[in-house]
């Protein structure tokens, strides 16, 4: 075989890897095509040119092309902090090594070169995402990306080769200054909470959405796991699970816990763990849900909580671990005193109120929301005042804040059912806002949540409860019967 033949194959070679880094994805295997122009002779190499090779690593560019050569304005982000390795795989002196270069075909499988001239380096990108190894001889290298930054949720990408020198893409001339673009994979992970009325001790929901990282050819998902490390407060014994998955959340398809995954409680801990058999299931166009249903095991204020997700897409030892943003849910105090309308100094016992769901009737006034039930706060739905005229309610969820935003349909009032001895009921409903206020950069509110509702009640004829209450029916009938008692009384005087 002539060396021009051998030239042009082996030029046809590296230009291929120049069109593999441009074109291949995260996951995907270095694919030799031969370009279209004439490649030049390995002779034409100039030996007195220094090589080198430029890593450009940047999030948000999986579309970028890339030839070899640097891209003056490339798309993305730079990564910093990626972590890269690359070894000399195959020296290139001669046409007899370009002619075993030939037969590396499968990145994954290449291994180091031991003979003289054995090199091996690493290295982490700089704040512009880039990582240039200078002094290389000629020869096919593998890179592998060995670690990425912590929380970044950047999955390590395959190992690629790369020849230094490579052919242009018009297949005439050499760069010596090799630049490469290796594409990347991102895990993503969103929490979101369902807490709207839920009350303190009632279930609601958190839901983790989970992306699922690409995976090189003749790999496999080695690990996926979902975290959720809950709030000492909230019952994570009986928490359940639900794992779905599927390109959406309307068509998602349910998992099967001892089958598809193993589901691990730890103190305040709920890992869910897939096995081979769910892991074969996933596909990198695919999102995990999972739902942890819970409940508080008393009072508390306020509750921050994430998730995390810890993968290993098989292309490198190191997982890959994506936090979420944290969900906040709000809860709080209100306290009703209950005074004499005449007499604010003369506290009442015996008042007993419900908390229910309300609505503007469009008359100045509130009603209960129809279709809903009194509201049930750590077990109990009925509060009495005490002897000092008082009762607090704990664990009201908050009126302004729900699933995690600001919430403007919620509308809570009490409603007074039993007036202490002696006094009319108040019938009207006291509707109250109990809002979170103020928080600090970790969502802590700055002071207590709470709420004081002073509730007046009489006894005095000229204050009457609204008309229409049943407070104002019985004192009608009272008096009625009052009424009815005297004529039959004065009609039987007059008989006798």
């Known amino acids: 075989m002539s060396n021009a033949t051998v030239g042009k ?19 995907a295997e270095v694919v030799y095509e031969a370009p279209t122009a004439q490649a030049q002779a390995v002779s034409t190499i100039d030996n007195n040119k220094t090589l080198s090779l430029t890593l450009h690593k940047r999030i948000g560019a999986e579309g970028e092309q890339g030839d070899g050569t640097e891209i003056t304005n490339p798309s993305g982000k730079p990564a910093e902090g990626v972590k890269y390795k690359i070894e000399l795989v195959q020296p290139l ?3 007899g090594d370009w002619e075993k270069a030939r037969k590396i075909t499968n990145p994954s499988e290449a291994k180091a070169w031991e003979g003289d001239g054995a090199y091996s380096k690493e290295g982490t990108t700089g704040e512009d995402g880039t990582l240039k190894f200078d002094g290389l001889s000629k020869g096919l290298y593998k890179v592998t990306e060995t670690e990425v930054p912590d929380n970044s949720g950047l999955v390590p990408g395959a190992p690629f080769l790369v020849y230094v020198p490579m052919t242009k893409s018009e297949g005439k001339g050499w760069i010596y200054d090799v630049h490469a673009y290796p594409k990347n994979s991102k895990v993503t992970i969103t929490k979101e909470v369902e807490d709207q009325n839920a009350q303190a001790g009632q279930d609601y929901k958190y839901t983790i959405t989970t992306g699922v990282p690409a995976v090189a050819k003749n790999s496999t998902l080695k690990k996926y796991i979902v975290k959720d490390v809950l709030d000492p407060q909230l019952d994570a ?8 998955y599927g390109e959406s959340a309307d068509k998602a398809q349910a998992l099967v816990a001892g089958t598809d995954y193993q589901l691990v409680k730890v103190d305040q801990e709920i890992r869910v763990e897939f096995t081979g ?6 596909k990198s166009t695919d999102l995990v849900f999972t739902t942890i249903t819970t409940k508080t095991n008393g009072f508390i204020e306020h509750v921050p909580n994430d998730a995390t997700l810890i993968t ?27 005074t004499d309308g005449n007499d604010e100094n003369k506290k009442l016992q015996g008042a ?9 009737d469009g008359k100045g006034a509130w009603k209960q929301k129809e279709g809903t039930d009194p509201l049930n706060v750590q077990g109990k739905n009925k509060w009495t005042t005490n002897e000092r005229g008082t009762v607090t309610i704990e664990g009201v969820h908050v009126t302004d804040f729900a699933n995690n935003q600001a919430d403007s349909e919620t509308n809570y ?22 809002n979170k206020g103020d928080v600090d950069d970790k969502g802590v509110p700055a002071k207590a949540i709470e709420y004081t509702a002073n509730i007046k009640n009489y006894t005095d004829e000229n204050h009457l409860p609204n008309t229409g209450g049943a407070g104002f029916w019985a004192i009608v009938l009272a008096g009625l019967a009052i009424i009815g008692g005297g004529f039959y009384a004065a009609r039987r005087s007059t008989q006798q």
Request: proline share 1%; glycine share 8%.
């Open 9 to 27: 194959r082996v030029g046809a070679l590296s230009a291929a890897f120049a069109i593999a880094l441009a074109a291949g994805t995260v996951g």
């Open 93 to 95: 002196n001669n046409n």
């Open 237 to 244: 014994v009986n928490a359940t699970v639900e794992v779905k």
């Open 277 to 282: 058999t769910g892991r074969d299931k996933l």
């Open 312 to 338: 290993n897409n098989g292309s490198s030892d190191h997982d890959t671990e994506k936090t979420s943003d944290k969900v906040h849910t709000y809860w709080g105090k209100v306290t009703i005193n209950k």
């Open 352 to 360: 007993e109120f419900q908390l229910v769901q309300c609505e503007d």
């Open 413 to 434: 009032c009490l409603q007074e059912t039993k007036a202490p001895v002696g006094y009319a009921t108040n019938d009207a409903l006291e509707h109250f806002k109990l």
